[in-house]
């Protein structure tokens, strides 16, 4: 592979005023058209199962339907209301430290019951398997010719247009298994790998060889494979020998947060996503013992006040500003938690939930909707974030809208009829 | 041949079913494939592997020869393998994790671990697979009284009929009283389709709408601000039954999943529970549910009559139109194509229900048999798909055929899984998270298809000159200025990529020969030129 | 010329694919009453000479036998903790012990003895969890899947005992009780309390399946008969025959097919299994 240094490597990376000079470069032509010029990166974490926002996010202690548990307790940091406990320490000094940075989004409607679907619409404000994840989209629109745009460390994805765009790392490392001294560890045949100079010709012959198919034909699909096959090919021989010095291997939830926060510092990825299953990766689908749910979001809060202590102190690789000036976290979970008990001490699906925006281009401090009287949505002022009777119902969609704006992306080419949540952004 | 003898050898009648379709009629949107690109495509699409160089230069040859080959395909036993991974994009079922229950529940070594997961999500595309193979009519997928098992399934789960001493996929039957439906009574398919006590089998009642019937219940908006009371209600579970806004779905789920208590499991997660079928519990889902088993409104008995009344509904073969058709154009469907899927579906009915009519009708259609678009926007790729990648299997398939080189790790299917293998990072589906392929190149595929093909190519030039496999006839003492060279070349560049090579396709290669010829020697330069033709995009696609 | 373009695509025929509905001919499957009355009495009597009730005590007493014929390392060893006078088996990996006897998965019991000093409260054993495999040295299998509670509940002036039981159940060892020899599925609560022994749930053994659908057997009235409740008894063809007892003492009961079509009067003798239930029901370890 060509030998780059890590200040080519930089260079080759671009800088960000305007359109980057390099910027079609491992670009395919027809992934140009809405680029962003942001640099912003979004970490992506998914609280998978269903957690119950009245643990944290929303005090319903005088709601009829909900009994709050014996530790709780009505607490306010940098504006927001929430709760506390004891037995949750991490959640205050999440919100002691951080609260400035972090908008609460309550009330946020998910109108399904089941998982995979609430899944799909959290992530592409739709049910049609012809929509693309919001981190895909963001990533596509790079304007850096990154190595691993949008890269799932673990958790879901929904691709139709921009698959290119995404990364999977595999199970148990496959991805870096791969790239490696000794990328046949996972086969039983004994293959020896061809020498440097070897492999390294036959990369380019074969980059060639698209991307001399791709001129050569006038069929659109036919250049735009080719063209993307070009692509993937010319971004792996730019910035391939540097993923030596990340792990990407799945790991737990603390070390794939430090992942994420290397491929962001190293300029590899403008997304990544993470899955989340809680203590014991047993799940927020607390249908019994709810109670579990007190140190799903203890783990949580102390893994995300790691992450952005870390992150105020990493730099980006093309602006030398701290990291945590250019990411945007985003917390959420596929659905809520009916707010009245089962027979086994379990709460079941409920379609309203909450949203945990922090970080770069949020308004901080505050908190957005809120759940009424029978724990559905209230409607909200897009614009100063009140509650208002005949105001918008939050859903997916405007979350979509919300972070194609934080990416400056034209919101209204992937919504066209709904608005971003305005006052969540700064 | 003359225009003529082409009409006159259109005209006359083949034994084996219906051989002859129009030539592929002018279209006003699409240019066809080139008819060798038509056999690659069609070869891929029905056998998982390339067409042989015999058939393509016959083909090219005689483009008329094309149907005689598509109907040789349906016909080739790689069509029932090949059909297990195109039914998988649908049902879903071969999964990685079941429920918590693993392989060394049963004790099993960890180099049966895939055997193990495979014996039991393909049951129910086995079935499938065999009953298309066998030309029966698709009613039997629903109705048949028998599975499929393995040497694995046969000796863990209550099945008779196994072969002794045998191995791989044979026809058995069930044991432990489970009723004669098809899919609907394999634990492959609720071993992937679970259900809890708290859900009582209504999101397989969700299942079977959708995977049988197109209707796809979990797609309807539930919005509980529209639901009166459900915070007072003592017993939601009688909401469901009463209360107009959950009856949109409830009225269709409840009488559904009554019919389904027979895969009940009263703990979860345990073996002993869900390998077998439980009688005595078929009654406890009009008890516990309140409604007596019904489809779609239709009373039934139970699960005895389930798969009956599915084989009488219109729907389930309309769907299964459906779902073939977006198999096999490589897309999600759209309502606009409603039309063409009512082609499909009329030629399914007249052709008695059988699948195989299904997957002639789809393969002789316009959208199928398209090379490019006649007048190309950057947005027609959401229209057809004229170009598509292949598929983890057709990779795998594909060079196994060529080089015999099958990637495989301690007894896993590196294409075909994915706890250790690349099956999502070449864009397959595992059937959980990822249930559609993705149909662009990716970073990751674009790796794995660079290691994949090292590894078949260093495979196959360990038989240079032997007489076998791709290099077979090849020498070391030729050189480019050869002509034995120049057509051992060009015979590769047609197997592997089905098309005669070019002048500057052929110079582009027998550059790279020479380049890596002189970096090291003869040997490496032919593996090197055989790597980088299996990764040549028009390998990768077609 | 024309003639010889004869295409094979087939040509719609001009039906309409709507909603009216296809006629391929189908024989669906009917259902129709397998027994007569005497036939089904025989049905049941067969069920209850041959394998008698399935009790909770059964498959844990045998989980305790063949608990007792490993070695020191193995099964003991397991990484749960023992709280309880009777061995959990926690081998998730298996083991093997020196005696031939291999052990794998889990068994969680409980035992709580929750009386106050008077001698009032519940004594209560069973599994909270079993899933587990006990292969004998030649190779038969006791395998157990699902939960149990088995309970003594003093008061006063009454005992009273009573059972939960769920999961699957086998034994191909020697010495198998004859229902999990053919292979149990339970799903079933059981409730002795002022002399009536109450039984509600689902039993599959072998070939045959009931519902006992609140059963009631009087002990001081009607010892060897059911008193009271209805006994459904599953056909082959998956339909179910209905034993509903009118709350005498006659042992008899009215049939039914499908709830609706009379079969007659069913007399059964079960007299054998409803004394051992009473035996083996107050038997709690």
Excluded at chain 3, 211 to 233: A, Q, S
Aim: aromatic content about 10%; proline content about 4%.
């Amino acid at each position: 592979m060509p030998n780059f240094s890590r200040r080519q490597l930089l260079k080759l990376l671009g800088q960000t005023a305007g359109v980057a000079t390099l910027g079609s470069i491992g670009t395919p032509s027809w992934a140009r058209a809405a680029a962003s010029t942001s640099d912003r990166r979004f970490l992506f974490i998914i609280c998978e199962g269903g957690w119950d926002y009245s643990y944290v996010f929303s005090q319903l202690f005088d709601n009829a339907y909900l009994t709050p548990e014996d530790d709780w307790e009505t607490a306010e940091a940098n504006g927001i209301p929430f709760v506390a406990s004891e037995n949750r320490p991490a959640v205050s000094t999440f919100f002691e430290t951080y609260g400035d940075r972090a908008c609460v989004v309550n009330g946020l409607e998910v109108p399904s019951v089941a998982h995979d679907r609430c899944m799909r619409l959290t992530l592409t404000g739709g049910t049609s398997y012809d929509r693309d994840d919001f981190p895909s989209i963001i990533a596509a629109a790079s304007p850096q010719n990154l190595l691993m745009p949008h890269t799932i460390l673990s958790g879901p994805g929904y691709n139709a247009r921009h698959g290119s765009s995404v990364v999977r790392i595999g199970e148990n490392a496959q991805f870096a298994n791969l790239l490696s001294d000794d990328p046949f560890v996972l086969c039983d045949s004994d293959i020896v790998l061809a020498e440097t100079e070897v492999e390294a010709a036959i990369d380019a012959f074969v980059q060639k060889r698209a991307m001399d198919i791709a001129a050569a034909t006038s069929n659109s699909q036919r250049k735009r494979f080719n063209e993307t096959y070009g692509a993937m090919l010319e971004r792996l021989a730019l910035a391939g020998p540097e993923l030596n010095n990340i792990e990407l291997g799945e790991g737990d939830f603390e070390s794939q947060m430090n992942t994420a926060i290397s491929l962001f510092e190293l300029g590899f990825s403008r997304c990544a996503m993470i899955r989340n299953l809680g203590e014991y990766d047993a799940s927020w689908d607390t249908h019994a013992d709810n109670y579990r749910q007190n140190n799903h979001y203890e783990l949580l809060f102390q893994a995300l006040n790691d992450t952005l202590e870390a992150l105020d102190n990493k730099f980006s690789p093309t602006t030398g500003a701290r990291l945590s000036e250019e990411t945007t976290i985003v917390v959420a979970s596929e659905m809520g938690r009916s707010p009245t008990e089962n027979d086994s001490s379990g709460k079941d699906h409920w379609t309203y939930t909450s949203l945990l925006l922090i970080g770069a281009g949020v308004q901080g401090g505050q908190v957005i909707g809120a759940f009424g009287d029978e724990v559905t949505g209230e409607r909200v002022d897009l614009q100063t974030g009140e509650l208002l009777a005949d105001g918008t119902k939050l859903e997916s969609a405007h979350v979509g809208a919300t972070l194609m704006s934080l990416a400056d992306i034209d919101h209204a080419e992937h919504f066209p009829s709904t608005d971003p949540i305005w006052a969540a952004l700064k | 041949m003359t225009r003529l003898s082409t009409f006159i050898l259109v005209a006359l009648p083949l034994t084996t079913g219906c051989r002859f379709a129009p030539e592929t009629p002018e279209s006003s949107t699409f240019e066809p494939l080139p008819e060798t690109l038509l056999l690659k495509r069609m070869s891929l699409d029905l056998t998982g592997t390339l067409p042989s160089l015999e058939a393509l230069e016959a083909v090219e040859e005689d483009p008329a020869l094309l149907e005689g080959f598509r109907d040789e395909y349906l016909e080739d036993p790689r069509f029932e393998e090949q059909l297990v991974f195109l039914l998988q994009e649908h049902w879903l079922t071969a999964i990685d994790e079941y429920f918590s229950v693993g392989h060394d529940d049963y004790g099993l070594e960890d180099t049966n671990e895939y055997a193990w997961e495979r014996a039991i999500g393909q049951e129910p595309l086995r079935l499938m697979a065999r009953i298309i193979v066998n030309d029966e009519h698709w009613s039997e997928s629903v109705t048949a009284h028998y599975s499929m098992g393995t040497e694995i399934t046969s000796k863990i789960w209550p099945m008779t009929g196994y072969p002794d001493g045998d191995e791989g996929w044979h026809q058995v039957e069930y044991t432990d009283g489970r009723p004669a439906s098809g899919v609907l009574s394999t634990n492959g398919m609720w071993w992937r389709y679970t259900s809890n006590d708290y859900n009582q089998n209504r999101s397989r009642a969700a299942a079977i709408t959708s995977l049988l019937v197109c209707e796809d219940l979990l797609a309807r908006p539930v919005s509980f601000e529209n639901v009166s009371s459900i915070l007072e209600a003592e017993d939601v579970s009688e909401m469901v039954q009463t209360d107009p806004a959950c009856l949109a779905c409830h009225a269709t789920v409840e009488p559904l999943a009554a019919a389904l208590f027979g895969f009940h499991w009263v703990t979860d997660y345990v073996i002993q529970e869900m390998e077998r079928y439980h009688p005595e519990r078929e009654v406890a889902g009009p008890r516990e549910l309140g409604v007596n088993p019904a489809w779609w409104g239709e009373p039934i008995t139970g699960l005895n009559e389930l798969g009956w009344a599915i084989a009488d509904d219109e729907r389930f073969y309309r769907c299964t139109a459906e779902y073939w058709t977006s198999i096999l154009y490589r897309r999600n469907l759209t309502l606009e194509d409603r039309g063409t899927v009512d082609d499909h579906f009329d030629a399914f009915l007249t052709g008695e229900a059988r699948v195989k009519m299904l997957i002639r009708a789809i393969t002789d259609s316009e959208e199928y048999r398209a090379g490019a678009f006649k007048v190309s926007e950057d947005d027609d790729i959401e229209i057809a798909r004229t170009v598509r990648t292949m598929s983890p299997n057709q990779l795998s398939a594909t060079i196994q055929q060529l080089t015999d080189f099958h990637w495989t790790y301690e007894g896993f299917d590196q294409l075909d899984s994915d706890q250790w293998g690349f099956r999502v990072l070449l864009g397959g589906v595992d059937g959980d998270a990822l249930t559609r392929p993705a149909l662009d190149p990716s970073l990751t595929a674009v790796v794995v298809l660079k290691r994949l093909a090292e590894a078949a190519a260093q495979k196959s030039a360990a038989h240079l000159g032997t007489g076998e496999g791709l290099l077979g006839e090849v020498s070391l003492d030729w050189s480019p200025e050869d002509a034995a060279f120049g057509t051992a070349l060009e015979a590769l560049y047609l197997q592997i990529l089905g098309e005669r090579a070019d002048s500057a396709s052929l110079a582009a290669y027998t550059e790279i020969w020479t380049t890596v010829a002189s970096l090291t020697d003869s040997q490496t330069a032919w593996e090197a030129t055989l790597g980088a033709l299996f990764r040549d995009p028009l390998f990768y696609s077609y | 010329m024309s003639l010889l373009l004869i295409g094979c695509t087939p040509e719609p025929d001009g039906r309409d694919t709507g909603t009216q509905g296809l006629d391929w001919g189908f024989e669906r499957p009917s259902q129709t009453a397998q027994y007569t009355a005497d036939e089904l009495a025989e049905h049941v009597e067969s069920w209850a000479d041959t394998y008698g009730f399935p009790f909770p005590q059964h498959a844990f007493n045998r989980y305790l036998e063949l608990m007792e014929e490993g070695d020191e390392s193995c099964p003991a060893g397991g990484s749960l903790d023992d709280t309880s006078r009777f061995p959990n088996l926690g081998r998730l990996e298996g083991c093997s012990s020196s005696t031939g006897w291999d052990y794998i998965g889990i068994g969680i019991v409980f035992d709580d003895d929750l009386r106050d000093e008077d001698g009032i409260g519940a004594v209560r054993v069973g599994f909270n969890l079993a899933d587990f495999v006990i292969t004998s040295p030649d190779g038969e299998e006791f395998s157990g899947g699902g939960s149990s509670k088995m309970q003594i509940q003093y008061q006063e002036d009454q005992t009273s005992w009573n059972a939960e039981f769920g999961g699957s159940w086998e034994d191909q060892t020697t010495d198998a009780t004859p229902w999990m020899k053919a292979s149990g599925s339970v799903d079933y609560m059981m409730t002795y309390h002022n002399e009536q022994l109450a039984t509600n749930g689902y039993v599959g053994i072998g070939e045959y399946a009931f519902l006992f659908d609140r059963l009631i057997l009087n002990k001081e009235e009607c010892p060897n008969t059911p008193h009271d409740g209805t006994l459904w008894v599953r056909q082959e063809d998956g339909s179910w025959n209905q034993l509903t007892f009118a709350n005498d003492c006659s042992g008899c009961a009215t049939g039914t097919w499908n709830e609706e079509v009379e079969l007659g009067e069913v007399c059964l003798d079960i007299s054998l299994p409803i004394d051992e239930a009473w035996n083996t029901l107050q038997a709690i370890p």
